[in-house]
């Protein structure tokens, strides 16, 4: 959904520049760029899975970004139904250094058989932990994560995280997950959809909630 990646990317941005500030320490703390890449899999030569009915064509290969920032640095993920409304840089001090990735851990099941596309539903351990993770890229479990293994392991191998025990935890009341959190709060940082949205086409949207944050990033887009 190229629509979608653009409205999340420009919520980001947004939620960015809305907390800079005009005072005297400008110029030492406002000039940091942050880049937002869409994870192309046409792009990544490495990446030769075969689709086997994933939800989206990052179902794995979001498992390759350590490798592909040659395991330097720290890098976030994060799927693309989600609209920021405070800036998401702020969550990296859940991140323990000596930790391979932060994420929510979740503790839930899903409220219904269907998700976004009409797609089967299917419960598992850990399910949404993987839709946002922050990786500390250099850990040396985050090395595992070569094109060989991502190419070839189980879906439950990866997104169960059995490639790594040193998971930070990022609180759940930083993330309103729709379909299951009523509403928005101000603890809240951004809403998941994890139940799709008007990106979807012919999808009858009448029981999403809280689309107004979708609806306004996609106003600010440049036309």
Known sequence: YSDLFDVAEKSIHDSIENIKSGGVAEEYFN????????????AISEYTRDYANQSTEFTYSRFLIPYLENYEGFSFFIDDDYIWKHNPMSLFYFLDPDNAIACVQYDFKHHDENKMGGEKNVSYPMKLWSSM????????????LTPEVVNNESGMFLHQFKWTDKISKIPHDKICTEGYDDSFNETHHAVHYTRGGPWIKGMDCTDINMLEF??????RLPV
């Open 31 to 42: 000039d940091y760029k942050v880049e937002v890449k869409k994870l192309d899999i046409n």
């Open 133 to 144: 993770m922050i990786f500390n890229n250099g850990h040396e479990d985050c090395r595992k």
């Open 214 to 219: 979708y609806d306004k990033a996609k106003r």
